[in-house]
C-alpha cells in the first residue's frame, strides 16, 4: 500500500506558475503509474497528466498539453506537475493518484491523496 500527499497549491494570477508535489510513502512510486487529476466545483473529476511507472513516457489531457508537465524524482519517492501559464479555469482541487491501469480513468487508480487547492484569479 502506498500513502500519498499533496502539497504546492495556492492562489496565483493568471499566466503565473505553481509546482505541485505529490510526495508517496509506504511502497516506491516507481512501482506505480502516477496520475493527477482535478475537480472543480460542481464538475466531475477529470484528468490532467500521467507518468507510467517506468518513467518512460508520459500523458496529458489536450486543455494542458504545452502547459503543464509531469515528473518524477525517485529518490524523493515524490511525482510533481508543473504548471505554467495558468489560466482561471485551472481552478481546481488537484488530486494525486497511483496504481491506474487506464490513465485517463479515475476509476482505475487505487491510491489516491487528499488534495490541494489551486486557485488563478483573472
Known amino acids: 500500500q502506498v500513502q500519498l500527499v499533496e502539497s504546492g497549491g495556492g492562489l496565483v494570477q493568471a499566466g503565473g506558475s505553481l509546482r505541485l508535489s505529490c510526495a508517496a510513502s509506504?511502497?516506491?512510486?516507481?512501482?506505480?503509474?502516477t496520475g493527477w487529476f482535478r475537480q472543480a466545483p460542481g464538475k466531475e473529476r477529470e484528468f490532467v497528466a500521467a507518468i507510467i511507472w517506468s518513467g518512460s513516457r508520459t500523458y496529458s489531457a489536450d486543455s494542458v498539453k504545452g502547459r503543464f508537465t509531469i515528473s518524477r524524482d525517485n529518490a524523493k519517492n515524490t511525482v510533481y506537475l508543473h504548471m505554467n501559464t495558468l489560466k482561471p479555469e485551472d481552478t481546481a482541487v488537484y488530486y494525486c493518484?497511483?496504481?491506474?491501469?487506464?490513465?485517463?480513468?479515475?476509476?482505475?487508480?487505487?491510491?489516491w491523496g487528499q488534495g490541494t487547492q489551486v486557485t488563478v484569479s483573472s
Open positions: 509506504g511502497r516506491p512510486i516507481s512501482n506505480y503509474n
Open positions: 493518484a497511483a496504481g491506474g491501469s487506464d490513465f485517463y480513468s479515475a476509476t482505475n487508480y487505487v491510491y
